[in-house]
């Protein structure tokens, strides 16, 4: 068994490898000091396993990641990467039925997961003293789940129940993501993390057990505890992953999508929609990509904190009631996305002409030093922020990429730290300056007559009138 400790960098030296950039790593010690303290090991079996003993508390959040999520899913057996995320609180081979929800609730443990397009993740926080019990719980579940008819057909309504309630009882984003989702049909990201109806319904005990056999597996799975670490922890790791066979069929390897952006204009119309919206979105890169990191910064720079360009116009007069971006950034693509709803005298044209030109003033000129530094500072105090909480921590550790594994902390901020002005005017002109997937979404006729009529009047009537509704 391999056992491997992170290796020590410090902050100082990282501030004299950059002597020229914006110098937050004082700031970002903290991040250095907890690197230093955790334990990295990677069992025989592939498993990779990180502790971080934290002083002062009296539990420990656990958080186990595995590389599967809906791209790793066949034609005809969409959703199952979510659908089996239910099964694993329903039943192991020796805690049955509700055992685990029980165990859990009776020691006053938090516990929950989620599934994305790259992975599922499990975590919990309990007490430290029913760590060995927790391990041996998360251990018999991720390895020999219990798959019968009974719990499937029950977590197949739970899954429909869910999907109902986020989606198809919402106006419009059913369709909107059908949308976005055929821009990159014929990939494994063409269909939806929750999967198809049909495909969820058609779902067996056997057909979830292969999917289990062949994606649940010790060389796929990273495995983080953060808190109170009783010394004893590592030995109970061994004892309930360590004899963990991976298959012999191998880990399928994806590459990065080969997308040639176009401009798109598409509509959607709702009956149920109380007013219109326009859903922006541009292609961009996956976390394997040099432009990682300069992507996350353009976007909050452009869309996302409240200091952003999209931000700024709100602050006197806006065209817009309402702003909301969350990119989405797999491991072979990414896209960012905006939508905007619009103030009654204002179009929908006009929302995009205002985009795009925030977009245009990025790409023509770089920003100043002063505001890429208040990014960079924005990005690290969240990143320091994940420190006070250990659950978080913990599933941050767990999604640690592969070119981090020794520096799952400092890696990422290290890689921000580097990116230049120059950079992201070039990344804005790379992927935002054209091509952008534009969608309006639209409410019933009577609507979009009223308010095409708002659009004619005089601006201090609009206005007048959206206040008196508002």
Not at 2 to 29: E, G, R
Not at 370 to 379: A, M, N, P, R, V
């Amino acid at each position: 068994m391999t056992v491997i400790y992170a290796a020590s960098f410090s902050a100082n030296a990282q501030d004299n490898l950059q002597p020229n950039s914006c110098v937050l790593n004082t700031l970002a010690q903290p991040l250095y000091d907890a690197e230093q303290q955790i334990q990295y090991r990677q069992l025989d079996n592939g498993l990779q396993v990180r502790t971080l003993p934290l002083k002062n508390t009296q539990a420990v959040s656990i958080a186990s990641q595995f590389d599967v999520g809906s791209r790793n899913e066949a034609e005809g057996k969409t959703g199952y990467a979510h659908l089996f995320e239910h099964m694993l609180f329903k039943g192991s081979e020796h805690a049955p039925g509700d055992s685990y929800t029980q165990t859990m609730s009776a020691l006053s443990g938090q516990f929950n997961a989620s599934t994305f397009f790259d992975f599922t993740n499990y975590y919990l926080t309990i007490p430290s003293q029913a760590l060995e019990l927790s391990l041996w719980l998360e251990a018999d579940r991720f390895r020999y789940p219990s798959l019968n008819d009974t719990t499937v057909k029950n977590q197949q309504g739970a899954v429909l129940e869910e999907m109902a309630t986020s989606i198809d009882n919402q106006p419009y984003v059913r369709k909107a993501m059908a949308f976005l989702l055929s821009q990159v049909e014929g990939t494994p990201y063409g269909h939806a993390v929750i999967g198809s109806i049909e495909d969820v319904k058609a779902a067996t005990p056997e057909s979830l057990n292969a999917f289990h056999q062949r994606f649940y597996r010790p060389d796929a799975m990273q495995l983080s505890l953060v808190g109170d670490i009783p010394p004893q922890t590592q030995s109970w790791i061994d004892a309930q992953f360590g004899d963990w066979q991976a298959p012999e069929i191998e880990r399928p390897q994806l590459s990065d999508l080969k997308i040639l952006p176009k401009p798109v204009h598409g509509e959607i119309i709702d009956e149920r929609g109380p007013w219109p919206a326009v859903l922006f979105a541009w292609h961009t890169a996956g976390t394997n990509s040099a432009d990682t990191a300069g992507l996350a910064l353009l976007e909050a720079y452009l869309f996302q904190n409240k200091s952003s360009l999209i931000q700024g116009t709100s602050l006197k007069d806006p065209d817009q009631l309402l702003s909301y971006s969350i990119p989405l950034t797999m491991t072979h693509h990414g896209m960012t996305n905006l939508v905007l709803v619009p103030r009654a005298r204002t179009s929908l044209d006009r929302l995009s002409d205002n985009v795009q030109s925030l977009i245009a003033s990025v790409a023509a000129q770089p920003i100043d030093d002063q505001q890429l530094c208040q990014l960079k500072q924005i990005w690290l105090n969240k990143a320091l922020s994940a420190l006070d909480s250990p659950s978080l921590l913990a599933r941050n550790l767990s999604a640690t990429l592969p070119q981090d594994r020794l520096h799952p902390l400092t890696g990422p901020w290290q890689r921000i730290d580097a990116v230049s002005a120059k950079e992201l005017q070039a990344i804005s002109q790379r992927y935002f300056n054209g091509n952008t997937v534009r969608l309006d979404l639209l409410p019933p006729w009577y609507i979009r007559a009223t308010k095409s009529i708002l659009e004619l009047l005089p601006k201090e009537m609009s206005d007048s009138l959206e206040e008196s509704v508002m």
